[in-house]
């Protein structure tokens, strides 16, 4: 019997859904679907199959359910399956949950000891052919790009050593290569970090391992043309808070963070160190550089943005302290150590998102999640959840944004381009938005090049969505290994 506990993270909207099905040319209820959308949108939600083992359950510790959206001709299907991890197929059989507490194997049930604890819940992405679905503590899982039925764990044919990998790989769109890693690489809370390259066609030809400053969540990181950016940011792991059955992952207010520097394909002891103080990251927009310098994007707040991971210092999790600013890091690679910084946008936010045909090179092209738009007065004021979509540019601090109603709740944004050779940022934001009144949820396409007013087209669900991280979009050439991406000539596309 399944009945999962009475609360808030299970009520009303949050409701687990556990459904999986087909939807042939979903209703579109406002506006028209460009026709030059030709391909597929696919993401990830979580959406736990069984109540936790523990108590203390949370949104990452959930199984991976993957949508798709079909876009052809007009019109949009859409698909939505689990993802069989080894571990979703052990549960299933045993129709109850096996695992514990999120990333903490010393909870699990004795009968799935050693067994890989992924969930393949956090991305899904397209490289060398194939669909992958990820999630930072395990290896992918690669699945059927039209059916999304499970194939089954990728591992590059032998050639992922760590028994990790991230879930934001890079693909450098010039060269077609896949750049990756995985941290806690020999086991959790160790400080062991391998970096892979691969190339178009997924064969890997580079690996490099090092060690981190201290064991923490790498979650994402960052690619330029010449180097590889790992920031260390203090959600720190350790082995004797696992053993306890403790968290996974705690804030440490007190620690610097630092941000690894190592040329692209370069060994693990090429590795540097730059240090600052305390302060949180999460997701990347961007990197690029000019040979020497390191320029690095992303939303930088004063704290952990995770109310579920414990505060060292004790201190209660404050969500307006988690407020997080678009800034740029930059590293002289041959000058003092040290990292500057520079706020470019006075929107906080997240989900950064790019015209990934630009990839590791200079960029004019950002979108995401915004909290607010100071001085902007079409919206009220701040609640602390994303409730407007934009399309930045993080050279003039440029935002053109859109919010979906102060009841809706806007999602990653997806860029897709207008055609293989559109300049930089003219295309389509893809946008799912939960309607929490109507508890249903729609697919909105937005003009990328004029966000602000408002949709193209509203492709409704008749159903409500899950709690979504990240996806990509696929063009149909790429699909039908007509080309190795759609995006523009000699890309890898396929993006993180
Ligand atoms: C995140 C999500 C995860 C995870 C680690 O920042 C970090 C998002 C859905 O799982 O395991
Ligand atoms: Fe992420």
């Known amino acids: 019997m399944v009945r999962f506990p009475d609360a808030p993270v299970f009520a009303g909207f949050n409701r687990p859904m556990r459904f999986e099905g087909d939807l042939y040319d979903v209703e579109v209820v406002q506006g028209e679907v460009p026709r030059q959308l030709d391909g597929t949108f696919y993401r990830v939600q979580l959406d736990p199959q069984y ?176 180097f590889v950016v790992f920031p260390i940011i203090p959600l720190v792991m350790d082995l004797d808070r696992l053993r306890a059955g403790g968290a996974a992952f705690a804030w440490d207010p007190e620690r610097e963070i630092y941000l690894g520097v190592l040329p692209r394909k370069g060994g693990g002891d090429e590795v540097v160190w730059h240090r600052a103080s305390n302060r949180f990251a999460s997701h990347i927009m961007n990197a690029f550089d000019d040979g020497r310098h390191v320029h690095v994007d992303t939303p930088v707040g004063r704290t952990s943005a995770f109310p579920f991971f414990p505060d060292l210092s004790g201190k209660p999790f404050d969500p307006l302290a988690t407020s997080a600013y678009l800034s740029r890091w930059t590293v002289d690679t041959e000058g003092a150590p040290g990292i500057g910084e520079r706020r470019l946008l006075e929107a906080p936010g997240e989900f950064p998102r790019m015209d990934d045909r630009f990839a590791t090179r200079p960029y004019r092209f950002g979108a995401m999640a915004l909290t607010d738009v100071p001085g902007d007065s079409r919206f009220g004021p701040p609640t602390g959840a994303y409730r407007i979509v934009a399309a930045v540019d993080p050279e003039s601090g440029r935002v053109d944004a859109y919010s979906p109603g102060p009841r809706s709740t806007p999602q990653e944004p997806c860029f897709v381009p207008r055609a293989p050779d559109a300049p930089e940022g003219d295309g389509y934001l893809l946008v799912v938005v939960g309607r929490l009144d109507e508890v249903r949820s729609d697919l909105v396409v937005l003009d990328a090049r004029d966000v602000a007013a408002g949709p193209l087209a509203t492709v409704a669900l008749p159903f409500r969505l899950r709690y979504g991280l990240h996806g990509n979009w696929v063009d149909r050439a790429v699909l039908d290994g007509r080309s190795r991406s759609g995006a523009a000539p000699g890309t890898g596309g396929g993006g993180r």
């Open 51 to 226: 109540p936790a083992k523990a108590g203390d359950d949370m949104p990452f510790n959930w199984d991976g359910m993957v949508t798709s959206f079909r876009f052809e001709d007009g019109h949009v299907d859409f698909r939505s399956r689990y993802v069989r991890t080894p571990r979703f197929v052990a549960e299933r059989a045993a129709r109850r949950a096996l695992f514990g507490s999120y990333r903490n194997p010393f909870t699990d049930d004795p009968s799935v000891a050693g067994m890989v604890r992924g969930l393949a819940n956090t991305n899904v992405y397209f490289h060398g052919g194939r669909l992958l679905a990820a999630k930072e503590d395990s290896p992918p899982i690669e699945l059927d790009p039209e059916t999304l039925d499970t194939i089954g764990p990728f591992d590059w044919g032998g050639a992922l050593t760590s028994v990790t990998a991230t879930a934001h790989p890079k693909v450098d769109p010039v060269t077609g290569e896949l750049v990756f890693f995985g941290y806690a690489a020999t086991g959790e809370a160790t400080p062991d970090v391998a970096y892979y390259e691969a190339d178009a066609t997924g064969k890997v030809v580079h690996e490099a391992w090092f060690q981190v400053p201290y064991p923490a969540m790498i979650h994402d990181f960052a690619v330029s043309e010449h």
